[in-house]
């Protein structure tokens, strides 16, 4: 499963500045994945939430991908 096949229907985020960069928080309130990110703090809002819901797609199916396989070594 790539990143690409993730659907995401509502993601939560939370900006924190810190100095010159910003931290990103997205949860995905489905699966309860939350991915932290750290930002340009002078990217616009836009290209953060973008950058991190990648990101979240990126974990959630990463981790997808590895519970099969650990399901497929158990059934033997």
Known sequence: MSAHDVRLGEV????IPNGRFIKVIAIDPITMEEIAMV??????VDTLERLAINKLRYVIAKKR????????????
């Open 65 to 76: 991908g590895t519970t099969r396989q650990m399901d497929r070594f158990r059934s033997v």
């Open 12 to 15: 939560l985020f939370e900006f």
């Open 39 to 44: 930002g340009d703090r002078r990217a616009s």
